[in-house]
């Protein structure tokens, strides 16, 4: 089984959960499985067959974008990680 870790900011859209298992064998794939599970999280991180420009997703350690982005592969046991962009802070 492959999983993606969830975010504390979009857990809301998870049902709280902080890991889902996930079918594809790509990472654009796993992310519209992930949507069809959760579709009220599907905003925040697709604009149709692309990954939002403020999310990051990594594949272990490595971002896909050093592999090959949405078209990554996966395969069971691999774990994606989602990061969402922070803003804020003092200037």
């Given at each position: 089984m492959a999983y993606i870790n969830i975010p504390t900011p979009l857990r809301k859209f998870t049902n709280d959960n902080s890991k889902v298992e996930?079918?594809?064998a790509t990472v654009i794939e796993a992310l519209q499985s992930?949507?069809?599970?959760y579709p009220s999280l599907a905003p925040y991180l697709l604009d149709g067959?692309?990954?939002k420009p403020f999310i990051k997703l990594f594949k272990g350690d490595t971002d896909i974008q050093s592999l090959d982005n949405e078209q990554?592969?996966?395969?069971?046991?691999?774990?994606l990680s989602i990061?969402?962009?922070i803003a804020g802070g003092k200037n």
């Open positions: 996930f079918q594809g992930l949507s069809n599970s067959e692309k990954i990554t592969q996966v395969q069971d046991g691999d774990v990061i969402p962009a």
